[in-house]
């Protein structure tokens, strides 16, 4: 660790979220002068402390440690982007839409491969009233169902979480440029023809 270097990135970070030294001590208890010590590189803050402060400041453990914020750099987000995560534990369902690194529930999730849709996971989609009327004829069941429908287009996603026991439809806005994404809790992530298209 270059204390330095994650000296300045605390500052930054502690700065960007406007608080005070004495204020981001309080939260990961130490004191103001524990605080500015780190923050001119004269010492590191104690390995317990770093969850702490990573939380506080938004950040994570590893980018402490490395002293730098890593933005994506080889492209901007964009909706061509667009990563589904789901949370084995809880479902979470978290998208992004530029490369980052995503936890939930204590894991690290990775993106889901989008594969062609096979006949156990088909669609049928139909325009109504300016929406997408998505159906379908997948087991809605506990352990094996349907978790999520979703629509990206150029500028915005929409997606509708689904439950076991419930009905084989969704709604979801007919986005422009839309691609239709379905998630199967036993199969992964599936990417469907849009009508029209």
């Known amino acids: 660790m270059d204390t330095k270097r994650t000296g300045a990135l605390i500052r930054s970070l502690r700065e960007e979220r406007g608080l005070t030294q004495l204020q981001l001590a309080a939260r990961v208890g130490v ?3 524990a605080v500015s010590k780190w ?4 010492g590191c803050p104690d390995v317990s402390l770093l969850p702490a402060l990573a939380d506080e400041l938004g950040t994570t453990v590893e980018t402490l440690l490395a002293g730098a914020l890593a933005p994506d750099e080889r492209q901007g987000g964009t909706m061509k982007r667009t990563a589904f995560r789901v ?3 809880c479902g979470n ?10 936890s939930c529930c204590g894991r690290k999730l990775e993106p889901l ?8 996971h088909a669609l049928r989609v139909e325009s109504v009233e300016g929406d997408w009327y998505v ?4 087991p809605m069941e506990k352990g094996h169902h349907l978790g999520f429908v979703a629509v990206v287009g150029y500028d915005r996603l929409a997606v509708e979480k689904l439950y076991p026991e419930q009905g084989g439809e969704a709604r979801l806005p007919r986005l422009a440029g839309g691609a239709l994404y379905a998630y199967c809790t ?3 992530l599936t990417k469907h023809p849009v009508p029209g298209r």
Request: glycine share 12%; net charge negative; aromatic share 2%.
């Open 186 to 188: 036993e199969h992964g």
């Open 135 to 138: 159906t379908f004829d997948h």
């Open 39 to 42: 923050e001119r590189g004269g």
């Open 87 to 89: 949370c084995p534990a």
């Open 113 to 120: 491969e989008a594969r062609p849709a096979d006949e156990a």
């Open 93 to 102: 369902v978290i998208t992004t839409t530029g490369d980052a690194e995503v």
């Open 31 to 33: 004191s103001d002068k």
